[in-house]
């Protein structure tokens, strides 16, 4: 036991190197825009962002026609006619932007795009027609230091005309989101090792401390594979979460030879997905 302690002890001191943004079991990092909108004039229909594109940008397009036709919005509406200090509706002239309500950039390409070309934004809320009732000032939604990062969402309040878009940018708040995500981390991996453990109890698979560690080591490697992975987060899981279910049956399959291997793979099965569906759960409460 004591070996597999010390083990796990090593491979974690070499995963907290990393800086890590996710963990398995939790949600996506925020690769959206939410805009949240305080005291909205009485006539606000939706809510659009106002970026500096142009014509000849490559993200550009004339007119959405898909969100004209959910908003009810034409192609001759106030909103979309809008070009003013170079900006422009990010709904109707952002290729593909889908209309989500008050989410924007809802994919990583988008709002990696948003985040490194458009990051000067402001806030436009507009009538069932197109008409503009009101536009924000302009907020950096990318830190001028490069040392923080955003949070993912806008803040406006319409009455008093202001709006803000939070972001760690100081030594304090960095260590405080690294420590907050470490300690996430730690429990999500402990949540996980521990209902796989009590899942291998009918299965008779002993002692304890073993299937424990193992599940240790492949939610560490997880973790690692999660944090240097340039895929989208849903593809990254999925493939992260595949080779976990490979590993862990050979790794059973050669420690525990006098166990069926039929019953191996289905506790293999059974344990991973129950921790998993759990951790996602708890994740999006």
Not at 15 to 34: L, R, Y
Not at 117 to 132: F, S, T
Request: aromatic share 14%.
């Amino acid at each position: 036991m004591k070996r597999y302690i010390v083990f796990i002890a090593t491979i974690f001191s070499f995963v907290c190197a990393f800086p890590f943004q996710v963990s398995a079991n939790g949600p996506p990092p925020p690769h959206a825009v939410d805009c949240e909108i305080i005291n909205k004039p009485e006539h606000t229909a939706h809510i659009d962002l106002l970026i500096q594109i142009n014509e000849n940008d490559e993200e550009y397009v004339v007119f959405s026609a898909n969100d004209g036709n959910i908003l009810g919005v034409s192609e001759q509406s106030a909103i979309v006619m809008y070009n003013q200090d170079g900006f422009a509706s990010f709904t109707f002239h952002f290729a593909d932007a889908s209309y989500k309500g008050f989410r924007f950039a809802g994919s990583d390409d988008q709002y990696e795009i948003l985040r490194e070309k458009y990051h000067i934004i402001k806030v436009a809320l507009i009538d069932k027609d197109g008409n503009i009732l009101q536009i924000s000032d302009s907020v950096d939604i990318n830190p001028p230091d490069r040392t923080g990062f955003f949070m993912g969402r806008i803040t406006y309040d319409a009455a008093a005309n202001t709006i803000d878009a939070p972001y760690y940018d100081s030594p304090l708040g960095n260590l405080l989101m690294a420590l907050s995500l470490f300690f996430s981390l730690v429990f999500r991996m402990l949540l996980s090792s521990t209902i796989e453990t009590t899942i291998a109890i009918p299965f008779n698979l002993r002692p304890a401390g073993k299937i424990f560690a193992i599940n240790m080591v492949t939610q560490i490697f997880l973790n690692i594979f999660m944090a240097v992975c340039s895929l989208p987060y849903i593809w990254g899981l999925i493939i992260g979460e595949a080779a976990v279910y490979v590993s862990e049956f050979y790794i059973f399959k050669r420690l525990y030879r006098h166990i069926p291997v039929r019953r191996l793979a289905i506790f293999v099965v059974t344990a991973n997905t129950v921790s998993l569906i759990i951790g996602l759960c708890i994740a999006h409460v």
